[in-house]
């Protein structure tokens, strides 16, 4: 079920049966690796999220698969996993395994590279050089999951991990422990998700989404020197609020207590899409509910993804042949 706006129904999640799993298509239930897997033993794995929309004329397309497949390609560049296929390959492969899978409804992609195995000759220990690399890829039926009304936002104790300890850049799995645990903490004390701060003090990102907030018409969101992951939504967002809505968008440092003065606030990511923030910690935002700036741009970002704004079809890539 497809969460459109001022619908707060969310989708039900449906793995595909179908996995791209080192060289060839398994069935999704022989996808398995050793428990002295160095990824799974180290954190040393690398992926990305990516979405699949249906258009309006029933046609999946998969949003923004050159880009996602180049920050995987950075992030595999950093943690030294080599072997990948090269980018047309890799987006051939996706295409195919979607096809395989009989995708027909949005779906949900997550190719991850992983640390494999030690290479004959190299010393027991954790290391990236002289371990070789694997790759999977799988697919599932995955519509909108958060709610159109918006949500409630702590913030978090935990800093977010600062660049020169873990690249920020990079989607590191091992680097999800940091969000798992502000996660945690802020779903027991009663809020949705939680908003990071770095370790500055200023606003880093939500934990697994980059952060919008509003102030006085202007659209604003850190820069990715606080620490954040140079988003694909948050690209696509600053891309939309300039071009479609005529905002005004400035990438600044915004401080822990500039949270308690802001109009609006939204989070951003492939897998929330455009999610309303109603309240920081004890701050309600909306009084009336969602932001009329919020609102516009998941609006035209829904729009967007699903081939309605003929400007943006090039981020589009059509899974039929």
């Given at each position: 079920?497809?969460?459109?706006?001022?619908?707060?129904?969310?989708?039900?999640?449906?793995?595909?049966?179908?996995v791209?799993?080192?060289?060839?298509?398994?069935?999704?239930?022989?996808?398995?690796?050793?428990?002295?897997?160095?990824?799974?033993?180290?954190?040393?794995?690398?992926?990305?999220?990516i979405?699949?929309?249906?258009?309006?004329?029933?046609e999946?397309?998969?949003?923004?698969?050159?880009?996602?497949l180049?920050?995987?390609?950075?992030?595999a560049?950093?943690?030294?996993?080599?072997?990948?296929?090269?980018?047309?390959?890799?987006?051939?492969?996706?295409?195919?395994?979607?096809?395989?899978?009989?995708?027909?409804?949005?779906?949900?992609?997550?190719?991850?590279?992983?640390?494999?195995?030690?290479?004959?000759?190299?010393?027991?220990?954790?290391?990236?050089?002289?371990?070789?690399?694997?790759?999977?890829?799988?697919?599932?039926?995955?519509?909108?999951?958060?709610?159109a009304?918006?949500?409630?936002?702590?913030?978090?104790?935990?800093?977010?991990?600062?660049?020169?300890?873990?690249?920020?850049?990079?989607?590191?799995?091992?680097?999800?422990?940091?969000?798992?645990?502000?996660?945690?903490?802020?779903?027991?004390?009663?809020?949705?998700?939680?908003?990071?701060?770095?370790?500055?003090?200023?606003?880093?990102?939500?934990?697994?989404?980059?952060?919008?907030?509003?102030?006085?018409?202007?659209?604003?969101?850190?820069?990715?020197?606080?620490?954040?992951?140079?988003?694909?939504?948050?690209?696509?967002?600053?891309?939309?609020?300039?071009?479609?809505?005529?905002l005004?968008v400035?990438?600044?440092?915004?401080?822990?207590?500039?949270?308690?003065?802001?109009?609006?606030?939204?989070?951003?990511?492939?897998?929330?899409?455009?999610v309303?923030?109603?309240?920081i910690?004890h701050?309600?935002?909306?009084?009336?509910?969602?932001?009329?700036?919020?609102?516009a741009?998941?609006?035209?970002?829904?729009?967007?993804?699903?081939?309605?704004?003929?400007?943006?079809?090039?981020?589009?890539?059509?899974?039929?042949?």
């Open positions: 079920m497809t969460d459109m706006p001022g619908n707060t129904q969310v989708s039900q999640r449906k793995p595909h049966p179908w791209y799993f080192d060289g060839q298509v398994v069935a999704a239930a022989e996808a398995l690796i050793p428990v002295t897997t160095q990824a799974f033993n180290y954190g040393t794995a690398v992926f990305e999220g979405r699949a929309y249906v258009a309006s004329s029933g999946l397309n998969v949003f923004r698969l050159d880009d996602h180049k920050r995987l390609e950075n992030s560049r950093l943690l030294q996993l080599e072997n990948l296929p090269r980018r047309a390959e890799m987006k051939a492969i996706i295409l195919d395994l979607l096809r395989r899978n009989e995708a027909s409804t949005e779906s949900y992609i997550r190719p991850l590279a992983y640390k494999k195995a030690l290479m004959p000759g190299v010393g027991f220990g954790v290391k990236l050089s002289g371990v070789s690399t694997g790759l999977v890829i799988n697919t599932l039926a995955m519509g909108a999951y958060m709610p009304g918006g949500i409630r936002c702590a913030i978090s104790s935990w800093r977010r991990i600062p660049d020169v300890s873990l690249p920020a850049r990079a989607k590191i799995t091992g680097s999800y422990a940091n969000s798992a645990l502000a996660m945690e903490s802020a779903q027991r004390n009663g809020f949705d998700d939680a908003l990071m701060l770095n370790v500055h003090g200023n606003l880093a990102e939500s934990t697994t989404s980059n952060v919008f907030v509003v102030k006085d018409g202007c659209l604003i969101t850190p820069p990715l020197s606080a620490h954040i992951l140079e988003g694909i939504t948050r690209d696509s967002v600053i891309t939309l609020a300039r071009e479609e809505l005529g005004k400035v990438e600044r440092d915004i401080s822990f207590s500039e949270l308690f003065s802001v109009d609006e606030c939204f989070l951003a990511g492939t897998g929330v899409e455009i309303p923030v109603t309240q910690d701050y309600v935002l909306q009084e009336s509910g969602v932001g009329e700036i919020s609102a741009i998941r609006r035209l970002y829904l729009e967007t993804v699903r081939g309605l704004n003929s400007k943006y079809t090039h981020w589009l890539s059509p899974v039929s042949n």
